[in-house]
C-alpha cells in the first residue's frame, strides 16, 4: 500500500483528469479499501481541496473550485513542465514575463530539492521568430476580457486601433466600435488574435488582440455559428497563408501562387528553413521543393534565397518572376 502522502498526491491526480470518480474507482486504482480512499478525502478537504461528494448508485468524488488556493501539489513531470511552460512565457506575446518569472520563483522555493536541481539544469531562452516584426505586448487584461467574452459567447463591442492610417472615416470622425461575435482568442508567431463574425460585415474576421479596445456592457448571448473548416488552427493559418480575402466559405488553405522548383542542395539542409512547404530529397545533393507565396516575385525570392542552383519545374508565372527579378537585380548591381 502507498504511503499516505502519495496516496493524496495520487487522488489530486486522478480528480483532475475527469470530472466524477466513484469510491470504488478511486479504491481500485491505489489498490486500498473505499474506506481508506474516505479518510484520505477527508485529509484532503482538512488541507483546503474543495471535494464535494456526489450522490448516486456506487456515490463518488468530484474536485470542485473554491474560495482560495489550497496548497498545490505536482508529481515531478508536472513540476518540470510547469517550470517549462514559465520561462517560455516571455515569448507568447501575452504581456506576463514579469509575472511569469515570479511565479516561478514561487514554485521553485516550494519544490524538493531533487525537482530544483532538475529545474535549475534545465534554463530555457525564449527567442521570437525574428521573421516577425516585434510588437506590442496586449495587456493581460485585454485577453482576460476576451477570453471571458469568448467563453460566455456574448457580442463583443470594442475600438480597434488599425496600423496606418488612423482609424477614421472620411469626415475625420473617429470610426464606430465594431460589434462581433467572439468565438476563439489564438496565438499566431507571438500574436494574439480574436476570431470573430463581424455582424457589421457579415463575415468573419481575424482581430489583432493588441489593438482591440473592449466597451462595456458587453452585447447579448449568442449562438455560435459553424467557422469554415471547422478547425480554428486551419482556418487561421489559410488566412495568414492568403487564401481567405474576409469571405465565409474561408477559401482552401492553399497561398494563392504556388510553384514547384529543384534545388542543388540535399533535402536536410533545406527542409529546416520552409514551412508550409513540401521539400522531397533526390539525391544527395539535390531536393525538389513545392512551395507557395503571396506573389509570384515573393516565390522567386523565396526561392532565392538558397545559395545553390535552381531549376524551375513550373508554372510559366514562376519563370516569369525569375526573370524579371534577375532584370531587377542585374539594374541594382550596375548602380
Not at 147 to 159: K, S, T
Not at 198 to 221: E, K, Q, S, V
Request: glycine share 10%; aromatic share 6%.
Amino acid at each position: 500500500m502507498p504511503k499516505t502522502s502519495a496516496r493524496l498526491l495520487a487522488i489530486l491526480s486522478l480528480l483532475q483528469t475527469r470530472r466524477d470518480w466513484s469510491g470504488e474507482d478511486l479504491a481500485a486504482r491505489l489498490n486500498v479499501s473505499a474506506r481508506t480512499v474516505r479518510r484520505d478525502v477527508d485529509r484532503l478537504r482538512e488541507l483546503g481541496y474543495p471535494i464535494i461528494t456526489f450522490k448516486g448508485p456506487d456515490g463518488g468524488y468530484r474536485l470542485d473550485a473554491g474560495s482560495r488556493m489550497p496548497p498545490l501539489l505536482f508529481d515531478d513531470d508536472q513540476a518540470v513542465a510547469l517550470a517549462v511552460a514559465l520561462q517560455t512565457a516571455t515569448a507568447s506575446g501575452a504581456g506576463i514575463g514579469e509575472a511569469a518569472a515570479r511565479a516561478l520563483t514561487t514554485v521553485r522555493q516550494v519544490m524538493p530539492a531533487r525537482l530544483r536541481h532538475r529545474i535549475d539544469a534545465l534554463q530555457v531562452t525564449a527567442v521570437e521568430r525574428s521573421a516577425i516584426p516585434a510588437g506590442p505586448r496586449v495587456d493581460i487584461g485585454v485577453l482576460t476580457a476576451l477570453g471571458a467574452v469568448v467563453h460566455a459567447r456574448e457580442v463583443l463591442r470594442f475600438d480597434y486601433a488599425a496600423a496606418s492610417p488612423p482609424d477614421t472615416d472620411d469626415d475625420g470622425v473617429p470610426a464606430p466600435p465594431r460589434r462581433v461575435e467572439p468565438h476563439h482568442l489564438v496565438t499566431w508567431g507571438g500574436l494574439w488574435y480574436l476570431v470573430a463574425w463581424d455582424l457589421d460585415r457579415g463575415d468573419w474576421r481575424t482581430f489583432r488582440a493588441d489593438r482591440i479596445t473592449p466597451r462595456t456592457p458587453t452585447g447579448p448571448r449568442f449562438t455560435p455559428r459553424e467557422l469554415p473548416g471547422g478547425d480554428v488552427a486551419a482556418y487561421v493559418a489559410g488566412r495568414f497563408r492568403g487564401s481567405s480575402s474576409g469571405s465565409g466559405s474561408g477559401g482552401s488553405g492553399d497561398w494563392p501562387c504556388r510553384g514547384e522548383v529543384i534545388l542543388g542542395l540535399p533535402a536536410a539542409a533545406v527542409s529546416p528553413y520552409i514551412r508550409d512547404a513540401v521539400v522531397e530529397a533526390l539525391g544527395p545533393d539535390r531536393c525538389r521543393l513545392v512551395l507557395g507565396s503571396w506573389s509570384w516575385a515573393g516565390l522567386a525570392a523565396a526561392v532565392g534565397r538558397f545559395d545553390a542552383d535552381i531549376e524551375v519545374v513550373g508554372p510559366a508565372e514562376l519563370k516569369a518572376a525569375f526573370a524579371h527579378l534577375a532584370r531587377r537585380y542585374a539594374n541594382a548591381a550596375e548602380v
